[in-house]
């Protein structure tokens, strides 16, 4: 028997309490296991939920060695592919941990043999639910436009994300996301109901006032617990100037703050977008209305401005990347005979910015939705993978990143992800929804019906016909019904057309939440007539329609022949453990239909789904792979 150092000897009982805490102190780290992150001398990293069901697994064995072949029975329950799953699981806790190569003080190797754990155990108390705002916490909220002309409010917006984005540059801090700061626009709060509301120590308030191209904005940063003013500056400049008064504005805050975290004040913090100041006014107009998307003109509106700024200023990447990214996603929030048309546009567009920058996120991310529209998932995953390297913290691009893995059916390589930026946005509904995609594929209705229910609460339109699914599920039909009448008018709007008809609203009530296989039939021929007609645009709505009347082959034509802007939301939903879901994942094309999407490349890069493994000997190239359930 092995007789190296190890922990001192625990009782049963003792083991049980560390085993039933959501948080442990692991030598000098600090694991919680419901937030999925390790924080200790590496700094905050999100782990896999696997990767810490291997912990888990070590700490169970009261410092006794694990075997291989048992850890990987234990968290994995499969051969082939096991070894290489544990290897990285192991080599990513102690990376978290803050082991080093020769170095093991938390997990060591015990030769052809296994692992244990060596490092101290203590339990923590569960803090998560009233966690401190931490000293690095920063929101940057609505400027308030005091102009007697309303069209200036889109100045006093870009003012806003534009300092923003500069306090995002230093890296250091922890910046609050635009969607939660814009939450709060209009609202009457006073600072300590904010700071609670966004989780943050820190505050920068501000007014802007446009008049006879002067520009007067004053701004304040303060202590969210209190309202206590750390600075305060008003800048009187002409309109050409913004650019000069943001990188000031920002430059001061982060000389108030460089006593909390290292920050060099001396390097440009706010890029200088373009030469023009109209051609500006132009950007920040068009790029409020693509965050809004909303609406059948809020995005053609948009992309009207963006088209004026690029026409005024040709080499703006910034608003060529926006312009790509309006284009792409119009099909899915308007109606237009014209949806390929934009398709193209964006191509065009997105070919424009990396000419000029290359290097430019929202570029890259618009990239990766094209990739998934062209049926090319492994080089989505790619692409979104390497731009969050060139990238840390980028949470829409992050977010992505998530969405692709769970269409991969990699939920639990997805969850991290969402976890990880959930904090820069606690009123942003894209994480509920996010996080309901998780916990629907893992059965857990009432756990998703909650994360829906918070971002239908949030605003989240297409959310509403997401409940009520979910509530068909649970073979609550006349629920499901019920809510879609009473919270009709907070539908997306797209939804709201398409059931628009007292009768269109009747056949799919009776086919896709009271199962009557007549109505199915009627509505599976409306929506295959919707396929067959080029002039109808693909959104993520129609196809699902499919999978709801239970009709497997034409919803994989449907992805295969009009895949719609979100197809990665569309493949996500066929990992859910219910029949029209297992039909299409067992269905006869199946296998050809993933190798056709790149999935099987993007499997055999990131890991293989539960319902789906290589055939032993094989790495499931060539179809070589079985459909499990």
Not at 461 to 484: C, D, H, N, R, Y
Request: with cysteine; proline share 5%; aromatic share 8%.
């Amino acid at each position: 028997m092995y007789k190296g150092h190890r922990q001192p000897v625990r009782t049963r009982f003792f083991w049980l309490v560390l085993r039933s805490m959501t948080q442990l102190r692991i030598g000098t780290s600090r694991v919680n296991f419901a937030s999925l992150v390790i924080e200790g001398e590496s700094g905050r990293i999100s782990v896999e939920p696997k990767v810490l069901e291997v912990l888990k697994a070590l700490i169970d064995a009261n410092g006794d060695v694990v075997t291989r072949e048992d850890l990987i029975d234990q968290v994995w329950g499969v051969g082939f592919g096991g070894d290489e799953r544990l290897s990285r699981a192991i080599s990513l806790l102690r990376k978290a941990l803050g082991d080093t190569r020769g170095n093991h003080q938390h997990i060591e190797t015990i030769s052809k043999r296994g692992y244990r754990l060596i490092a101290s155990l203590h339990a923590l108390e569960d803090s998560s639910a009233s966690e401190p705002a931490s000293p690095l916490s920063i929101a940057v909220l609505p400027f308030v436009n005091l102009s007697s002309n309303p069209d200036q409010e889109v100045l006093a917006d870009g003012m806003t994300e534009e300092l923003l984005n500069a306090l995002n540059q230093t890296g250091s801090l922890e910046v609050t996301g635009r969607t939660s700061s814009f939450a709060l626009k209009g609202q009457n709060k006073d600072s300590r109901e904010i700071g609670r509301s966004l989780n943050v120590a820190h505050l920068i308030e501000g007014s802007l006032r446009c008049d006879q191209g002067r520009l007067r904005v004053t701004a304040q940063l303060v202590k969210a617990k209190d309202g206590f003013q750390l600075w305060s500056g008003a800048f009187d400049e002409s309109l050409a100037d913004i650019f000069e008064v943001q990188e000031r504005i920002a430059r001061c805050i982060l000389t108030e703050l460089s006593c909390l975290i290292d920050i060099d004040v001396s390097k440009s913090v706010t890029p200088k977008l373009t030469r023009d100041p109209q051609a500006y006014a132009a950007f920040v107009q068009g790029r409020e209305l693509y965050h809004k998307r909303i609406g059948q003109l809020t995005l053609p509106t948009a992309i009207s401005h963006l088209e004026k700024a690029v026409e005024l200023e040709p080499e703006f990447a910034d608003a060529w990347a926006a312009l790509a990214m309006a284009h792409f996603v119009l099909p899915e929030y308007s109606k237009t005979s014209q949806w390929q048309d934009h398709m193209e546009a964006s191509r065009e567009a997105l070919d424009k910015v990396e000419q000029l920058d290359p290097s430019n996120s929202l570029a890259k991310l618009t990239k990766a939705y094209i990739l998934e529209h062209d049926l090319r998932f492994d080089e989505a995953a790619l692409t979104s993978e390497k731009a969050l390297e060139e990238h840390p913290g980028d949470s829409e691009t992050e977010v992505h990143f998530a969405f692709t893995l769970m269409a991969m059916g990699l939920h639990e390589q997805a969850e991290p992800l969402i976890r990880n930026t959930m904090p820069q946005n606690p009123l942003s509904p894209i994480y509920p929804v996010l996080l309901c995609g998780v916990r629907r594929a893992l059965g857990d209705v009432e756990g998703a019906l909650g994360h829906y229910q918070k971002a239908f609460n949030l605003g989240h339109g297409p959310s509403g016909i997401a409940i009520a699914t979910l509530k068909m599920q649970s073979e609550k039909s006349e629920q499901s019904v019920a809510f879609i009448k009473k919270h009709f008018g907070g539908l997306d709007a797209m939804d709201q057309s398409t059931l628009g008809s007292p009768i269109t609203r009747h056949l799919v009530f009776g086919a896709y939440f009271r199962k009557k296989r007549g109505y199915r039939w009627i509505v599976k021929q409306m929506l295959e007539s919707r396929l067959n007609n080029p002039a109808r645009q693909a959104t993520a709505t129609s196809v699902a329609g499919f999978l709801l009347v239970d009709e497997p082959k034409l919803w994989m034509k449907n992805v295969l022949e009009k895949p719609n802007p979100y197809v990665a939301y569309t493949l996500s939903r066929i990992w859910d453990p219910i029949n029209e879901c297992a039909h299409v994942r067992l269905h006869e094309d199946f296998p050809a239909f993933a190798a056709r999407l790149g999935l099987v490349r993007a499997w055999q890069r990131y890991g293989w789904p539960p319902q789906i493994q290589p055939n032993p000997g094989t790495d499931g190239s060539d179809l070589q792979f079985t459909v499990i359930g």
